[in-house]
């Protein structure tokens, strides 16, 4: 047994990959993103993580390839260091230390020993392009303090600078300004938008630029919509430029091919629009890309184009604007309605995706397995749109069904509700609409519950309302000569005095069912639906509602709105014991009797885990996250862990993960989880010539484990069977053609004999 | 990336009965020919061969009508009383029957005379067939015999005297010719074989018999009596199957259908139902005016002649097919086009390009799909698609609010159009499951054209009768709360238990409507 190492929050991937430009390796079969303090690597044909580089201590803000080593990858971060990497074999090769928070990194084939990155040096938001130079040293970690300043007052963002013509001149925007600092002449003209003085409301603010890799061009993107290309800007006088106009918004990011022959922009429509010598007549495009685009790069070979999604994804589209591959992380976008829930089949995290879309995440593997399409219908990208949100989720019967509840509200009085249910196929090993309620309630749904009781036979699953009624929905035959069918039905509909309904919970055998009505909790029996008792503390609204599990199933636990704790004994109908805690989560652990409570005090939040059936916890982490928590949930572990420790028992078969409400995912853990988040990328290595697909995977398992089989006979039986392949016989029937081929009686006893174990070899082993 | 996803079009349950393969099909026939016979009809049956006339026999007179006549195009009427069971022989050429006085009567269609009486029978006969090998006729009576008789020489030449009670219906196999079944009020069916003088099987029905029927293999067998239908497998010696208790009368009458996959029966409380023969669950059922005592399908299933105790025969013809396809179809590519290529092995160095297969988009979804939301709006809005499918508009309508566009939408147009649109409000606008969308779709118009109001006197006119219709509808309301409320008493004064699962239902959406000011 180890030393027992403290517990402590890490947060577990999930994060961003659209912050910056991702980076396509020289021969497109990879491609960089950054995420969190790492970059990662991703190969472009199967979508899989090959590397993960991990060095930095703090967000990566920038990648970019080394312009005299192609197979070098320089990254920059807020931890003040460039590091070189090598990508391939996912090694650190150089760390340089500059000293200054770094907000991008741009590298340039003509400056061979220096690169250039901004920094803010006195007010927060002033910031400065310079460029650094990389002293040349053997050691690991170099200094590099040496910075010479080019442009003064730009935009943070990387998008608002580019560098031209093989590194003429760097073109810099912000507000409604140009600036163009051409190197040879180390002169800077700025140009201003004439308009944007003259009229107040005009948008016309850029938002991004991009240079033309041969000519003198510079197209920049603005907030109206508009694409200017300018020309003639080496002259203060006589620059000129043209307008394209196809986006309704914002332009979000723009990119010209390798050759320049075409530009490529993109923004809230979520198209990407492929303008061809640049002519507003000539354009290209590729629609429905699910959200916003906010990045676009493009392959050096300029086979490829990739952009990167405001829902955390990047997608890797072909040069004839066809979608290849997404890469999908954890989905960021919308607020989180549904909660943190596990899927009992796929063991993955399910949440809101998005918009309309539940997503389906892999814990183990930082990775979305897929999307559910819960809405079904054509999302439309618009400011101030009120869109169909997914507001309940919940998973019952292990996982063969799925209950979820969306709803628009355009005014007070028009709500639009629907509830629909689906059914686990197993066929096609996926989620199939199997009924869809219109108007379930006449108000908003404020829970949804699955009886996941083994006894009971037929799936019921209870949803609440503020309308002050619960409904029981019972899955019916609804088979008749020509199909066989099922479907969900009303089966009783529940009221107390009119109060809200606002939570509800089955107990673990699923004979009790408790509803919260505001501050009351009533308590049914699932067999007939009658009302056994009620409990009330008058402390304020019921938050959350749950059941003990196992030992502890006979304790009721509510937490209230005016931050109270209760614990009832639903024996006696007695309050057990109460407790002053004012608690965001709490969260039953399905595997054991241990409830975790988050609770939310002015300087942060802390976590309890308590049993219901003694009042003192049994451990207490202060301040695990500055910010509100709003969702938990336990995850069972594949492996148990073995604390020993008391405290840290309810962490060994289970994991708890919380989601805070700027949406990071964080869990308690001994070590960096990401540290366990490489499974796949050792064996990738290993053969790196090879194409990897999924199929390779299984098979090559299979072959290592058939192996196996092979050795361990060999030694127990001690009978060396010949190796098919070596055999000429058989290699001569096998790779004949068969037209060529004499009979196969002939070839037969010459076959048969082939397999037969000849003596000598017997007496040799 | 993914594809456009179509408009979500609402389904709405339909209220009544569910439309079926079966109800299509038994709906599809055309209005009944009624025909008076004399007395009540007790038996009909098509003749085998074509052109499958129809043997009636009612009171004292079998009439042999053509199947789209009218009147009769032969009649027997040389009966000194009744006239039972007249049944056509497999090849159509002889019709026999049998009589209240105990006779059978064998009649050539062409003839008018019999050309065999065989006598023997003590009482009426109820029930007479040939059997399979054409030569031989089959009788039961209410003298509580069953004879068999040969038609060359007009002998008897068996008789079974098993039951105990009137023989009233009986039925010969299709395949042997020396088995027959028969039913009697002593609540038995019994299957007797010409070669062993003797029942084989016999079965409890438990009620008198009315019907027996064969099935065509032989195998199994149907018999009516009291208000059961019972199916009894023969070959396992006479296993109960299933029994079908469907009707509130007694069931008089069993026909198969010609496929044989639907079992019809007729029953004196009006009805005539249709069973499935794989499940034996009704799938369809008819009334009439009458007690029903006889029925008879045609040939595939053509003609369905119904015979009651009020002596109307009711004569139902299939609908003609041949009207759908009566304009030349295009003609479509060869079988070959589409097989091209598809089975080319894919070789080493060869790229398999898969061509995404192109989705059926409906008209008004392409036009949403290229953002033309006008004109999507135009093309629900015809006059085909309000009529037969107003889900479809409103549909259409609350994804145009959904996308933020129906006002838009619906702003610049003309008196026409928009007296289209207030149509289709005036027709809806009252049904509640399309209320929520219309009433917002007539508020944006109000909002539109209230500025140029009085300026067409059509469109005034329209604006006047939705108002009428609002107000209409709030005053039903009103009344509906009112009643709900007296409702709300009376169950108050019931037991606890039962007022909690009370389900309300207060949809006051209306009364928040704007008032149409014109």
Redesign the interface.
């Known amino acids: 047994m180890v030393e027992e190492e403290s517990v402590r929050v890490v947060r577990c991937g999930g994060s961003e990959l659209n912050f910056r430009r991702a980076v396509f390796s020289a021969d497109s079969k990879y491609i960089f993103c950054v995420s969190g303090d790492f970059v990662k690597v991703h190969s472009t044909a199967t979508e899989e993580c090959v590397h993960i580089l991990q060095g930095h201590r703090n967000l990566v803000t920038g990648i970019q390839l080394n312009p005299n080593n192609h197979l070098q990858l320089y990254s920059c971060s807020f931890d003040g260091t460039i590091k070189l990497w090598d990508y391939i074999d996912g090694i650190l090769i150089k760390t340089f230390i500059v000293g200054h928070k770094l907000h991008a990194i741009f590298t340039l084939a003509c400056a061979e020993d220096s690169v250039f990155v901004i920094i803010n040096k006195e007010k927060p938001d002033v910031f400065q392009l310079v460029s650094v130079k990389l002293p040349k040293s053997s050691s690991q970690e170099i200094e590099a303090k040496e910075l010479s300043f080019v442009l003064d007052y730009i935009n943070q963002s990387p998008k608002c600078i580019a560098f031209g013509n093989e590194g003429e001149y760097v073109a810099a925007v912000r507000d409604f300004y140009l600036s163009v600092y051409f190197f040879k002449k180390k002169t800077t003209s700025r140009f201003t938008l004439s308009s944007s003085k003259n009229k107040k409301h005009a948008k016309n603010n850029f938002t991004c630029v991009a240079c033309h890799p041969k000519e003198d061009c510079i197209a920049t993107g603005h907030k109206d919509g508009k694409i200017r290309l300018w020309r003639n800007f080496d002259d203060d006088k006589k620059y000129t430029y043209t307008c394209l106009h196809w986006h309704h918004d914002m332009v979000m990011d723009l990119a010209f091919s390798v050759t320049g022959t075409s530009l490529l922009s993109g923004g809230r429509e979520s198209v990407l629009v492929e303008w061809r010598d640049a002519t507003e007549k000539n354009k290209e495009f590729?629609?429905?890309?699910?959200a916003t685009i906010e990045h676009i790069s493009v392959s050096p070979a300029g086979d490829l184009f990739c952009t990167s999604h405001s829902d955390n994804k990047i997608?890797i589209i072909h040069r004839n604007l066809e979608?290849s591959a997404v890469i999908q992380g954890l989905v960021k976008d919308s607020s989180i309605s549904t909660g943190l829930m596990i899927d009992p089949r796929t063991k993955a995290l399910v949440l809101n995706g998005k918009p309309g879309h539940l997503q389906f995440y892999s814990l183990q593997h930082d990775k979305q397995l897929y999307n559910l399409d819960i809405i079904?219908?054509?999302y439309?990208n618009?400011y101030?749109?009120?869109q169909?949100e997914l507001t309940k989720a919940a998973f019952g019967c292990y996982g063969n069904w799925l209950a979820t509840v969306e709803k628009?509200q355009?005014k007070e009085?028009?709500l639009?509700l629907q509830m629909k249910l689906w059914m686990y196929n197993k066929k096609t090993q996926g989620f199939v609409l199997n009924t869809k309620i219109?108007m379930p309630h006449e108000d908003h749904i404020t829970a949804v519950c699955f009886c996941n009781a083994e006894k009971f036979e037929n799936p019921t699953l209870v949803t609440a309302s503020k309308d002050g009624h619960f409904k029981v929905w019972i899955l019916t035959d609804d088979s008749?000569?020509?199909k066989k069918a099922v479907g969900w039905t009303c089966d009783?509909?529940?009221?107390y005095h009119k109060y809200q309904a606002t939570n509800c919970c089955f107990s673990e055998d699923g004979s009790l069912l408790a509803v919260s009505f505001e501050e009351i909790v009533t308590i049914w029996d699932s067999e007939t639906?009658?009302?056994k008792c009620t409990f009330c503390q008058r402390a304020g609204n019921i938050r959350h509602l749950c059941f003990g599990r196992l030992t502890c199933s006979k304790y009721l636990l509510g937490a209230t709105e005016n931050g109270i704790l209760c614990c009832w004994n639903l024996l006696s109908c007695a309050l057990e014991w109460s407790a002053k805690l004012n608690i965001r989560v709490m969260e039953p652990d399905p595997h054991s009797e241990n409830i975790a409570a988050i609770s939310q005090s002015s300087v942060g939040s802390d976590l309890f885990v308590f049993k219901p059936s003694e009042p003192r916890p049994l451990y207490i982490q202060k301040n695990i996250s500055r910010e509100e928590v709003q969702w938990g949930v336990f995850v069972l572990r594949d492996v148990p862990e073995s604390f020993t420790s008391e405290a840290y028992q309810w962490l060994n078969r289970s994991q708890f993960y919380f989601l805070t409400k700027s949406q990071s995912l964080l869990t308690f853990s001994t070590k960096s989880p990401e540290e366990k988040l490489t499974p796949t990328s050792k064996q990738l290595l290993a053969e790196e010539s090879l194409p990897t697909t999924p199929f390779y995977f299984i098979l090559g398992k299979h072959r290592e484990q058939q192996d196996e089989k092979i050795n361990e006979a060999l030694e127990s039986e001690r009978v060396q069977l010949p190796l098919t392949e070596n055999i000429p016989a058989i290699s001569e029937l096998l790779h004949t053609p068969a037209h060529v081929l004499p009979s196969a009686s002939f070839l037969c006893s010459k076959f048969v004999n082939s397999l037969l174990l000849s003596k000598e070899t017997k007496r040799n082993s | 990336m993914a594809g456009y996803k179509p408009a979500a079009i609402q389904t709405y349950p339909v209220l009544g009965e569910k439309i079926t393969q079966d109800t299509l099909y038994w709906n599809n026939y055309k209005t009944p020919v009624q025909i008076k016979e004399f007395g009540a009809v007790s038996k009909v049956d098509f003749s085998p061969q074509p052109p499958y006339n129809y043997a009636v026999t009612a009171s004292s007179r079998i009439h042999i009508y053509g199947r789209y006549s009218q009147e009769p195009i032969k009649t027997f009427s040389r009966f000194k009383d009744t006239a039972y069971c007249a049944t056509f022989r497999q090849d159509g050429r002889l019709l026999v029957a049998g009589s209240e006085d105990g006779g059978v009567q064998l009649f050539d269609i062409s003839g008018r005379a019999p050309l065999r009486q065989f006598e023997g029978h003590t009482k009426a006969v109820h029930t007479v067939d040939f059997t399979a090998d054409k030569y031989h006729v089959v009788s039961g009576a209410d003298d509580y015999t069953v004879k068999l008789w040969d038609i060359p020489n007009s002998k008897e030449i068996l008789t079974f005297k098993e039951h105990s009670d009137y023989v009233r219906c009986g039925c010969a196999s299709k395949l042997n010719p020396d088995l027959f079944v028969t039913g009697s009020y002593d609540h038995t069916v019994k299957m007797f074989d010409t070669r062993t003088n003797k029942s084989v099987i016999s079965v409890e029905h438990g009620q008198p018999v009315e019907s027996v029927l064969l099935f065509p293999s032989g195998g199994l067998l149907a018999s009516a009596g009291g208000r059961y239908v019972k199916i009894w497998d023969m070959l396992k010696g006479g296993q109960l199957l299933v029994s079908l208790k469907n009707h509130h009368k007694t069931v008089t009458c069993l026909y198969l259908s010609s496929s044989g996959q639907r079992l019809l029966s007729g029953s004196l409380d009006r009805k005539v139902k249709v069973y499935s023969t794989t499940s034996y669950k009704v799938v369809h059922s008819f009334d009439y005016a009458a007690s029903i005592l006889s029925l008879a399908l045609a040939h595939e299933d053509e003609t369905i002649v119904v015979g009651m105790t009020n002596g109307i025969l009711s004569v139902k013809h299939r609908k003609s097919e041949a009207k759908k396809d009566s304009l030349p179809r295009r003609r479509r590519p060869a079988y070959r086009t589409f097989i091209k290529g598809k089975n080319y092995m894919k070789q080493r160095d060869d790229i398999l390009i898969n061509r995404p297969s192109k989705k059926h988009l409906e008209l008004y979804d392409r036009d949403l799909k290229n953002f033309r939301i006008s004109k999507a709006l135009d093309r629900v809005l015809e006059p085909s698609c309000t009529v037969k499918t107003p889900e479809i508009t409103v549909s259409i309508i609350k994804e145009l609010n959904r996308r933020g566009v129906l006002a838009n939408a619906l702003a610049g147009r003309d008196e026409k159009e928009i007296s289209r649109v207030l149509n289709f409000l005036i027709r809806n606008l009252s049904q509640p499951r399309f209320a929520p969308v219309l009433i917002n779709a007539a508020e944006i118009i109000i909002d539109i054209y209230l500025p140029v109001i009085g300026q067409s006197p059509v469109v005034d006119k329209k604006f006047l009768l939705l108002q009428g219709l609002v107000e209409k509808e709030i005053d039903y309301q009103r009344e509906l709360l009112e009643t709900l409320g007296m409702m709300d008493m009376l169950f108050a004064t019931m037991t606890r238990k039962e007022s909690t699962s009370v389900l309300q239902h207060t949809s006051d959406g209306f009364l928040e409507n704007k008032k149409v000011e014109s």
């Open positions: 590729l629609p429905r890309l699910g997608i979608a079904q219908q054509e439309i618009d101030g749109l009120i169909i628009r355009e009085t028009e639009d219109n008749d000569i020509y009783f509909v529940g009221s639906w009658e009302l």
